[in-house]
C-alpha cells in the first residue's frame, strides 16, 4: 500500500520527465499506474526496491497515424479532462447525469465527474453554453486534456 506521500512524489516525478507512463510495482503484489498525455515517450516499469533510474532499452512507442483528412471539423469549443481517471456522467449509477445534449450550462456548473486515484473529483464547467456532444462514455478511462464535451 502507497501512502499519500508516496503517490504525490509519484506524480512529480511523472510530471517532471518526459514520460507519458510510470508503472511500480512493490514486491508485496501492489502496483501504481500513472499516466499523462505526452507525444511518443517510452513506458517505464520500475520495482519498489529497484533505484529509481529510467531504462534506457527501454522501447520507444511509435508515432501515432495523422488523423484522416476527411474528417469533418466540429464546430464549438470544448471542455477538457483537468486529470487522468474514470469519466463519470453521473454522481451514482442510477442517478440522471449531469449533463446531456441539448442542455444549457453555466460557468462553474458541475458537469461530470473524474476519478482519479479513489477520490471523486466533480469537474466544473468552464463555459457557458450549449452542450452539443458528450465525447466520452460513462466509465471510460479518461487523460489529462481530452475533450470530454463540445459546448457552443
Known amino acids: 500500500m502507497y501512502s499519500k506521500n508516496d503517490v504525490k512524489e509519484f506524480i512529480e516525478m511523472l510530471e517532471g520527465s518526459s514520460l507519458s ?24 516499469v520500475m520495482q519498489a526496491n529497484a533505484p529509481a533510474s529510467v531504462n534506457e532499452s527501454a522501447p520507444v512507442a511509435a508515432p501515432a497515424a495523422p488523423a484522416a483528412p476527411s474528417a469533418p471539423v466540429a464546430e464549438g469549443k470544448t471542455i477538457n479532462s483537468p486529470i487522468v481517471g474514470v469519466f463519470y456522467a453521473a454522481p451514482s449509477p442510477d442517478s440522471n447525469p449531469y449533463v ?53
Open 100 to 152: 446531456s445534449v441539448g442542455q444549457k450550462i453555466s460557468k462553474g456548473d458541475t458537469i461530470c465527474i473524474v476519478e482519479a486515484m479513489k477520490c471523486m473529483n466533480e469537474i466544473q464547467s468552464e463555459l457557458d453554453g450549449e452542450v452539443t456532444e458528450v465525447l466520452v462514455k460513462d466509465g471510460d478511462l479518461v487523460e489529462y486534456g481530452q475533450p470530454l464535451f463540445r459546448v457552443k
Open 21 to 44: 507512463v510510470l508503472e511500480i510495482k512493490n514486491g508485496d503484489g501492489s502496483a501504481i499506474r500513472l499516466e499523462k498525455a505526452i507525444s511518443a515517450a517510452p513506458a517505464v
